[in-house]
């Protein structure tokens, strides 16, 4: 099984525009020579970025394809940031994309209004799955730090299943979400990463930052209130609409709760007001509490993985959009400087 599709240092240099008298990331970043574990393993650099260029985990969950456009805007919005003293380059390493090509052509086949097809698309996630775990269960092996653009928010479940087999450990999880992605146990997709995830022993805690109260079901609530002591959550509306705390209280409550232990840091684009996703939010939080809720987490939690989930660039309606991949960009950057500002 085929899990990545590397990106050579020849790849990287193509999507940076060189300028005089200037340095761009993507001139400073390593990248894969021969062989993307060893050299992995041989490199230096703490960092490593990688895609996961797929929507089938949304369709399955009867939303709206587009997530698999993220990946390729944001890296080229990363590699022409300025190398310069806030950002050192040099701790990143570019390895490219999850492979999925071969199960996005199989989803084609299948309608998502079709019952039987949905069977089908669901299983495809779970082959989804199975490639994530195995490329973050590498990267985690050797000791750094993934950055995983998707993608579906299904890609959570990979994410915490690969960082689990590589510690063989429950780990914590944070996120910041207008959903709590606890639906039920119907076949994988993008709605239930974390709900699997906690059911097969991979999620020692669980926090959600800002999820939007009518947004979620009844079970999904229930299931919350039933197990205090490992999920938790606190609502965007407790914060921006009835003000009974403020915004750094309650991002200092999640952190609180899953601070003690490796943790996963999970950021839904979906939470964000206006930023094209499968599930675009008219009311969220700004790009610049999601800096500071990305910052913070990094800096006071024993980050194990960042994950940035949902971006639909294709669903701007904008021949030419650049912001969102902008966005993830300043996201990645503010990721590594609250990891390295411990």
């Not at 993608?151 to 709590?180: E, P, Q, R, T």
């Amino acid at each position: 099984m085929k899990a990545v599709k590397v990106y050579t240092q020849e790849d990287v240099f193509k999507l940076t525009r060189k300028r005089s008298g200037e340095l761009k990331v993507g001139e400073m970043v390593e990248a894969t020579k021969n062989n993307w574990k060893d050299d992995l393993e041989k490199s230096h650099a703490k960092f490593v970025i990688v895609g996961i260029p797929e929507d089938i985990g949304v369709r399955a969950n009867y939303g709206r394809a587009g997530a698999s456009s993220a990946f390729k805007p944001a890296l080229e919005s990363f590699l022409m940031q300025q190398s310069n003293s806030f950002l050192n380059a040099k701790n990143i390493f570019i390895l490219g994309e999850v492979f999925v090509d071969d199960l996005m052509e199989k989803a084609l086949m299948y309608d998502a209004k079709d019952k039987n097809d949905m069977v089908h698309l669901r299983q495809l996630v779970a082959l989804v799955d199975e490639k994530v775990t195995e490329v973050i269960k590498t990267i985690v092996e050797f000791k750094k730090i993934p950055i995983v653009i998707g993608g579906g928010h299904n890609n959570a479940y990979g994410n915490i299943s690969g960082a689990f087999h590589a510690l063989n450990k429950k780990i914590n999880v944070i996120n910041c979400d207008a959903h709590l992605d606890f639906r039920q146990l119907e076949g994988r997709h993008s709605g239930n990463g974390f709900s699997y995830a906690f059911k097969n022993g991979f999620i020692n805690k669980y926090a959600v930052f800002g999820m939007h109260e009518q947004y979620n079901s009844k079970l999904a609530l229930e299931q919350f209130k039933n197990n205090p002591g490992q999920l938790f959550f606190n609502t965007y509306e407790s914060v921006f609409v009835r003000e009974e705390m403020d915004f750094s209280t309650a991002l200092k409550q999640c952190i609180g709760f899953v601070k003690n232990e490796a943790c996963g840091v999970e950021l839904d684009l979906d939470s964000i007001t206006n930023v094209p996703t499968s599930a675009k939010t008219s009311s969220g939080i700004s790009p610049i509490q999601a800096r500071q809720y990305v910052f913070n987490c990094a800096k006071s939690l024993n980050a194990l993985y960042f994950h940035i989930a949902e971006g639909a660039p294709v669903l701007s309606h904008i021949k030419a959009d650049n912001k969102t991949g902008k966005l993830i960009a300043y996201l990645i950057s503010d990721f590594i400087k609250g990891f390295e500002g411990k």
